[in-house]
């Protein structure tokens, strides 16, 4: 399947067929987790695999919500380094989730921000490390009755009510939200199709001189009561900056991201509930 294609038509699946995939398959998921581009070449990223074990139940080992029926194997990503961790590894592991459905093989993040101190130990992990989700992986269940119970799955994990493009799109201010110009359509319906923890989608696009900017919503009851699950947002940011990259790939657009900090001063005025995250400024 065509990059842009993947990006697209990627939706979080929740039934699997109780199979492992091929070694060949493997080899080459693992060949993608080699060359995965960071975000912040200076963090310490890894990435184990492991084969789920029957009858295992990943949600209530490693938090997250809903339910996950027969996944055969999982990613844990990990990351150590004091820049945007967080961003850096959802960047990096959604690059890995949108391969693996080029190769026609299926994907959902089970977040597990509220445990990551038993994931620290359960994995052997340095206590250094983040992580903001597990990537479970591999066919999905075909057939109807595999599809219904995906979609009840789906509904009962909220990723039923989505904001569309027209919501999260502002150009030149915070005025008013709307539509983007043509030449962005593209990338920005790319990064508007990240996945998104509880699906939130805390991404708010700028358009201004040139430049591509992203920030985050701050808070977001959805994600949970616990301050710490607010993180989710910089994972979640951090996939759909990378689906606006990938999807450059498929335009005549060319950027690179750079990370914004608080209180930098060429960051546009910006309401007081979002945080600036990065600009793309366009050549
Ligand atoms: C960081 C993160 C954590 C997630 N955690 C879970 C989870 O615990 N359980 C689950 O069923 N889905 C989980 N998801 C998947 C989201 O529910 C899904 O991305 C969202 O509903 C949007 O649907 P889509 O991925 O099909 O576009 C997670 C996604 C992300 C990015």
Redesign the pocket.
């Known amino acids: 399947m065509d990059l842009y294609d993947a990006i697209l038509s990627?939706?979080?699946?929740?039934r699997y067929r109780d199979e492992p995939l091929d070694k060949n398959t493997l080899a080459l998921i693992d060949d993608i987790v080699d060359h995965v581009r960071p975000l912040v070449p200076e963090n310490r990223f890894r990435v184990l695999r492991r084969d789920v074990v029957s009858g295992e139940d990943l949600?209530a080992a490693m938090?997250?919500?809903?339910?996950?029926l027969t996944p055969p194997h999982y990613l844990v990503g990990n990351t150590i380094g004091s820049r945007r961790p967080l961003v850096d590894l959802?960047y990096r592991m959604?690059q890995i989730a949108i391969q693996m459905v080029q190769l026609g093989i299926s994907v959902?993040?089970?977040?597990?921000?509220g445990r990551e101190e038993n994931v620290r130990i359960r994995f052997r992990l340095n206590r250094e490390s983040r992580f903001?989700?597990f990537l479970i992986f591999g066919r999905a269940a075909d057939g109807i009755t595999g599809r219904t119970i995906n979609a009840v799955?789906?509904r009962a994990?909220?990723?039923?009510s989505?904001l569309v493009v027209g919501d999260v799109f502002y150009n030149g201010s915070f005025k008013r939200a709307g539509v983007p110009p043509k030449a962005l359509a593209r990338i920005i319906d790319a990064g508007h199709?990240?996945?998104?923890?509880?699906?939130v989608?805390p991404w708010r696009f700028l358009w201004r001189a040139d430049t591509l900017y992203l920030f985050l919503r701050r808070q977001n009851s959805r994600y949970g009561s616990k301050p710490a699950l607010q993180e989710?947002r910089c994972?979640?940011g951090g996939?759909c900056m990378a689906n606006v990259m990938m999807a450059m790939e498929s335009t005549d657009l060319r950027g690179d991201w750079v990370l914004l900090d608080e209180g930098q001063p060429d960051v546009p005025v910006h309401p007081v509930e979002l945080e600036p995250l990065a600009k793309l400024r366009l050549r």
Request: overall charge positive.
């Open positions: 990627r939706r979080s699946v929740r949600i938090g997250g919500y809903g339910r996950i959802g959604e959902c993040f089970i977040g597990s921000l903001g989700a799955i789906l994990s909220s990723g039923a989505k199709a990240a996945p998104s923890a509880n699906s989608q989710y994972f979640d996939a």
